[in-house]
């Protein structure tokens, strides 16, 4: 799962940053509104952490922009202001949760596992499944047929993603961006490569047949195309 962060606070942006790594989330920053919604309309975030106080853009406008552009992750935002008219802002602008600095790291973590879990649709308990193929997030564990996959992180990741993102059209960029990062000095022909690795390895179970390549575009999970 890939979480960004937008906070001008740098002591604050670190200790999330850091606290979401332990839980193994990979992690994508930024200290300003305009660089937050510029990494966020990537589409390559399960979940954003979004402060109200910005500057360049606040946090309320970044939202209300990402969600006027029809982009759904989850998005939770932090701010020092307890007002109820506040809290009311934030969630009529399209926010799915609010905490109110400063808040505890834990309660943190378990707000964003709620958020999670109705960010994986299809999921039944950090699972998510489609056809004869599914992943349990919190393991990081594949399955082809009910047998398990020997998967290396980044093939795994890439799996999770197409599931995620099952019967849409992905590009080799936005794959690129998603599994490897935004910063990647990897070219998008590391996608082509990943994708034939994890082509072999649900080949003997017959699923390879789900990944299907869109000439000049990139990929998509589907169990047919007509």
Request: with cysteine.
């Amino acid at each position: 799962m890939r979480i960004l962060i937008v906070e001008d606070e740098r002591p604050l942006r670190d200790a999330i940053a850091t606290v979401l790594k332990e839980e193994s989330y990979q992690v994508d920053e930024a200290d300003n509104g305009l660089e937050g919604l510029y990494l966020a309309e990537q589409r390559i975030h399960d979940l954003i952490i979004l402060d109200i106080m910005l500057p360049g853009m606040d946090g309320v406008a970044v939202l209300q922009e990402l969600r006027k552009k029809g982009l759904a992750m989850p998005i939770l935002l932090l701010t020092a202001k307890d007002g109820v008219e506040d809290r009311v802002l934030g969630l009529d602008a399209g926010a799915d949760d609010y905490m109110i600095k400063p808040f505890a790291m834990r309660e943190l973590l378990a707000r964003l596992r709620v958020l999670m879990r109705r960010q994986l649709r299809g999921a039944k308990d950090g699972e998510l499944t489609y056809g004869s193929l599914s992943v349990k997030c919190h393991f990081m564990e594949g399955y082809a047929s009910g047998e398990p996959l020997k998967l290396t992180a980044k093939e795994f990741e890439l799996m999770e993603f197409l599931l995620l993102n099952r019967e849409q059209i992905l590009t080799k960029e936005h794959l690129l961006d998603r599994v490897w990062g935004i910063d990647s000095d990897a070219s998008p022909g590391v996608v082509d490569v990943y994708v034939h690795y994890l082509r072999k390895k649900l080949t003997p179970s017959g699923c390879d047949r789900y990944i299907h390549t869109i000439r000049g575009v990139g990929y998509m999970l589907k169990e047919k195309i007509s």
